[in-house]
C-alpha cells in the first residue's frame, strides 16, 4: 500500500527571514493523522534567507539530520562542532542527553535550502554526538546511495536507530528499484523534480508511506529529480 503525503497538504510556517513546510506535526502545526511515520518524526523543508537561522536551542534524544539542497547552512553546537554544510553533505546530530546549537545561513547574499529530519532514537540518554559526511552526485546518479544506516556501513553516517537512509538522483526516464524486506515500512521524500512511484506520480514536496509491499520502483520523470528513501523497522 502507498498512501500519498502531498506538499500541498502540509503545515506551514513563514516568518519573513524563515518560510518553512512541515510534512509532519511540528511547532504550532498539529495534525492527528500526521504525527509521523515509524520512527520518523520530523522532515521540514526549510528556505533561510540570507544572514539569517534558528538561533542557539536545545535538543534532546533525537537523531538530527540535515540535508541541503541549495545554499550552505552554518552549524554551531555545544559539544565544540563547527562546520559548513552544503548540497552532497549530510549531517547527524543525536542530541542524546542534551545539545544546544545554532544553524544560519552562510550566505550574505543567497538564501539556503534545507532539509530537516528527526528521527526517534533507539535509546535515550546517550551521550550527544556529531557526524558529517560528503556523498558525490555522481555516487547517487541513477542509484540509490546508503547515506545513514544504523552501523554506518559502507561510508553512511551512523543513526542511533534501525533506520536506512538512501539519497538518488534522477534524469528523466532513470529508473531505479528498491527491495523491502518483510516487516519493513518506508517513506519516500522527494526533495525535486518529479518521479513515478510503482506508477503512482510524485512531485517536489511530495511524501508517501509505504508497507505491505515488497519492493518499489522510481521513475524519474523530470531532467532533475532528487528522492530521500527511508526503509524503517
Same mark, same amino acid.
Given at each position: 500500500m502507498i498512501t500519498i503525503r502531498s506538499a500541498k497538504e502540509r503545515g506551514a510556517a513563514n516568518f519573513g527571514w524563515l518560510d518553512s513546510r512541515h510534512t509532519f506535526s511540528f511547532g504550532n502545526y498539529y495534525d492527528p493523522n500526521h504525527l509521523g511515520f515509524a520512527t520518523l518524526r520530523v522532515i521540514n523543508e526549510d528556505k *533561510?534567507?540570507?544572514? &539569517?537561522?534558528?538561533?542557539?536551542?536545545?535538543? %534532546?534524544?533525537? $537523531?538530527?539530520?540535515?540535508?541541503?539542497?541549495?545554499?550552505?547552512?552554518?552549524?554551531?553546537?555545544?559539544?565544540?562542532?563547527?562546520?559548513?554544510?552544503?548540497?552532497?553533505?549530510?549531517?547527524?546530530?543525536?542530541?542524546?542527553?542534551?545539545?544546544?546549537?545554532?544553524?544560519?545561513?552562510?550566505?550574505?547574499?543567497?538564501? *539556503?535550502?534545507?532539509? &530537516?529530519?528527526?528521527?526517534?532514537?533507539?535509546? %535515550?540518554?546517550? $551521550?550527544?554526538?556529531?557526524?558529517?559526511?560528503?556523498?558525490?552526485?555522481?555516487?547517487?546518479?541513477g542509484r540509490l546511495r546508503l547515506v545513514g544506516s544504523?552501523?554506518?556501513?559502507?561510508?553512511?553516517?551512523?543513526?542511533?536507530?534501525?533506520?536506512?537512509?538512501?539519497?538518488?538522483?534522477l534524469s528523466n526516464g532513470d529508473q531505479v528499484a528498491h527491495r523491502i524486506a518483510h516487516g519493513r515500512l518506508v517513506w519516500v521524500q522527494v526533495a525535486r523534480g518529479a518521479?513515478?512511484?510503482?506508477?503512482?506520480?510524485l512531485s517536489a514536496g511530495d511524501g508517501a508511506a509505504v508497507s505491505e509491499e515488497t519492493s518499489i520502483t522510481f521513475t524519474g520523470t523530470a531532467d532533475k529529480v532528487e528522492v530521500l528513501v527511508f526503509d524503517m523497522a
Open positions: *533561510v534567507q540570507p544572514d &539569517q537561522g534558528f538561533g542557539s536551542h536545545s535538543h %534532546r534524544d533525537m $537523531e538530527i539530520i540535515s540535508y541541503v539542497l541549495e545554499g550552505a547552512l552554518e552549524h554551531q553546537d555545544s559539544i565544540g562542532n563547527g562546520s559548513v554544510i552544503r548540497p552532497g553533505d549530510v549531517q547527524r546530530m543525536s542530541a542524546g542527553a542534551g545539545i544546544m546549537h545554532s544553524e544560519y545561513n552562510a550566505s550574505k547574499t543567497d538564501p *539556503v535550502h534545507f532539509l &530537516q529530519i528527526w528521527i526517534l532514537p533507539d535509546q %535515550r540518554g546517550r $551521550e550527544p554526538s556529531y557526524e558529517q559526511t560528503h556523498f558525490t552526485a555522481a555516487e547517487k546518479q544504523q552501523d554506518g556501513r559502507d561510508g553512511s553516517v551512523t543513526i542511533h536507530q534501525d533506520v536506512d537512509l538512501y539519497a538518488t538522483y518521479v513515478s512511484l510503482n506508477g503512482q506520480p
